[in-house]
């Protein structure tokens, strides 16, 4: 590949729950080079997970040279960087020395628990949860901060004198690129419980029910603006956007329109819908979150259902059962059977998450007969993501008042045919593969060259949105019909397993 | 007849002792039984761990046979998990080239498409993951046949008049693409269209597989009817780009 001399590029930092890369794009947002390092994963305990935001940010400064190197490009070269971060985990260090206390707390980690409890028992739970549309639970960063407050000796006065500073990962990594610039954006900000979703800025009631000091939040900004000129890492270049990593892919997916909806297929996957500039609440388990805001214009809103265990069930099924030896064998599998042979399997392994939020519920494999092969569990296991999807469309569909028409996949479990194909049948509308598989980076890298004025609006980043694949229903109105029917009742069967202690 | 390879004979001897034995064997006991010195048995293991024919545990190190061992003789390569592993160079090559991709492998005489990107401009297009497609008048086809050594199909179809039916002209053909690396057919099987293909190899450099572009033949072709060299090159570098990711060249 021969690229002019002259040519700019823009660069997303993807800083993810297991590998943090940098990634070159073009103006047509064709990648052009990857740079990916793994960091480590913590389980000091059973439910705790935690990453060194310290080895994070590292691998950041040595991935960065390696990105260009690999693109045949110089610093001058690069418009601008943006950044997309997994979610709601939570930094906190020291102002002065920059460095942190203790290990951050991943968006995993379900140690807050019994505080969630007792926060949802104190007075001003429900205000909180409407400032924030969000429900309190232990997948948020405050709670996360409010538990790094108890349980480190000093450090709620360390805070209150401003000596401390807390930070979701995109908040860490512009302190460490600007050396010194304390500030984070709309998306991020709303997964924390203590945004005020409509004034955009830290709602004070809310710092004051979880005794949290305001000294050590960072500025909230718009995602799409430029944050501030990097001097590590990327020396001069603009940091131009940073956004939550699931709102980053609706933005690669360029859901800018109310009613157009992506979905993300990996561990998990979450189902986003842009809902414009209103907030849409949900009374059926789905999440309102801010979806993006331009510097400048309002915030645009998203509902989102996050459906904790799909591309997880696939790799139960290779390591825990070993019936396949690859993730992409389970389709192989699946084809040696017509249908699912009256089997269904609900991978509640955590409890449900949207629509359902049923933490007591755990999974179940039912139709179990002597006729069923590992065939028909192949297929219950692609099956399950599919009608998983369904329930979330479902939700969506009655909490926004939009009907959904077309829906844009991304993520790896795209590869698999058959899933797909199962996707359309049972949500009955056409779903569609981008030819960019790299949506989180993407949406990063569009973010900020649209700040920036490499890209001029959000119309000219559409026209670089090409469809790659697509699937369009083809099931029978009446097997569909009695297949959810099946489906439903075998959701029905995990509630209410895990009995409460005593 | 030459002399034999001694470290082949010492890992089949490993192989045959891992077949036999019950479950797992430590370094440790492989060594000991066949009286051969750690290092080297280390070697020999790590080499077949690295094709495949062995697996080590994670958590007690000792070594098993290995999957890859259970498909030998059919070289099988999931066409599920050659989708899963070509799909992020598929896309760059339909983007760099303006044209649909597609991957294909072998299945009962035929050319079976496993992976399908459609030609960047959002027309409407049908995935035609699944289909079948005749190995003598494809550029896949032909990469296909020219890498295997498997015979060619005894019923050749004329689809267009351009197409090479005779054996003697699709031997010449396909020694030809065995020399220059990289197969086309121009209005072989659609008047109107042409395609380039290149081979993906697997572990020691077996073909499992082709990739390639097709779409009007005055898009593929230069006014001389030929090929662009541009096109050829990027179908060829994403092929050796899946090639390099499937372990080719290790």
Known sequence: ?502 | MPGTVQSIERAAAILRMLAGGPGKLSLAEIARSLDLAKPTVHGILRTLQGVGFVEQDRVSGHYQLGAALLHLGTSYLDINELRSRSINWADPLAARSGEAVRIGTVLEGRVLVVHHVFRPDDTFQTLDIGTLMPLHATALGKVLLAYRSAALPPARDPFTHRTLTGERDLSAELTHVRDAGWAADIEEFTVGEAAIAAPIRGYGGLVVGAMGISGLVERICDSRYRPHARLVGIVRDAARAVSRDLGATR
Request: overall charge neutral; charged content about 20%.
């Open chain 1, 1 to 502: 590949m021969t690229l002019g001399s002259r040519d700019r590029y823009v660069i997303a930092i993807d800083q993810g729950t297991t590998s943090t890369r940098c990634i070159v794009f073009d103006r047509r947002g064709q990648l052009v080079s990857l740079a990916q390092q793994e960091h480590k994963q913590y389980y000091p305990r059973p439910g705790w997970v935690e990453h060194d935001a310290m080895e994070i940010w590292r691998n950041v400064e040595r991935l960065a040279p390696l990105a260009l190197r690999r693109a045949g490009i110089t610093l001058d070269q690069v418009a601008a960087v943006g950044i997309a971060n997994q979610r709601e985990t939570t930094v906190v260090w020291d102002r002065r020395t920059g460095v942190p206390i203790g290990r951050a707390l991943v968006w995993q980690d379900t140690r807050t628990d019994a505080l969630v409890t007792a926060l949802l028992a104190k007075p001003g739970a429900t205000a909180v949860q409407e400032r924030s549309a969000l429900p309190l639970a232990t997948y948020f960063s405050g709670p996360r901060l409010r538990w790094m407050l108890d349980h480190t000796p000093g450090l709620q006065q360390r805070a209150e004198r401003g000596e401390i500073l807390f930070g979701t990962m995109e908040t860490w990594l512009i302190w460490n690129l600007t050396g010194g610039l304390h500030v984070t954006d709309v998306t991020n900000a709303s997964r924390t419980n203590l945004l005020d979703v409509h004034t955009l800025d830290w709602s004070p009631e809310s710092l004051t029910f979880f005794g949290i000091p305001r000294a050590m939040l960072p500025e909230v900004r718009p995602s799409v603006s430029v944050f501030g000129t990097a001097a590590a890492a990327f020396p001069g270049v603009q940091i131009a956007a940073a956004l939550g990593d699931q709102q980053a892919a609706l933005f690669g997916q360029t859901c800018f329109t109310p009613g157009e909806a992506k979905c993300t297929y990996g561990t998990g996957s979450f189902l986003l819908l842009n809902t414009g500039t209103d907030l849409v609440r949900s009374q059926n388990g789905l999440l309102s979150t801010v979806a993006y805001q331009v510097a400048g214009s309002p915030a645009q809103y998203a509902l989102e259902g996050s459906i904790a265990i799909t591309g997880s069930l696939v790799q139960w099924f290779r390591d825990q059962l070993e019936l396949i030896a690859s993730a992409p064998e389970i389709e192989t599998l699946a084809r040696t059977v017509k249908d699912n042979g009256g089997c269904y399997i609900v991978p509640a392994f955590s409890g449900l998450y949207a629509p359902h939020w049923r933490s007591e519920a755990r999974g179940v494999i039912v139709g179990l007969t002597s006729y069923i092969t590992k065939g028909h569990l192949a297929r219950a296991v692609l099956e399950a993501t599919a009608w998983q999807t369904r329930e979330v469309v479902d939700a969506m569909n009655e909490s926004s008042g939009l009907t959904l028409k077309t829906l844009k996949v991304d993520g790896g479990m795209t590869a698999d045919n058959l899933l797909m194909q199962y996707v359309a049948d049972v949500l009955d509308v056409p779903v569609v593969r981008p030819l960019a598989s790299e949506t989180v980076s993407l949406g990063a890298a569009y973010a900020a060259g649209l700040a920036v004025g490499y890209w001029p609006d959000l119309e000219d980043l559409r026209h670089n949105w090409h469809r790659a694949g697509q699937w369009l229903p083809a099931m029978d109105a009446g097997l569909r019909a009695a297949e959810y029917g099946n489906w439903r009742r075998a959701v029905e069967r995990t509630f209410d397993w895990i009995q409460p202690a005593g």
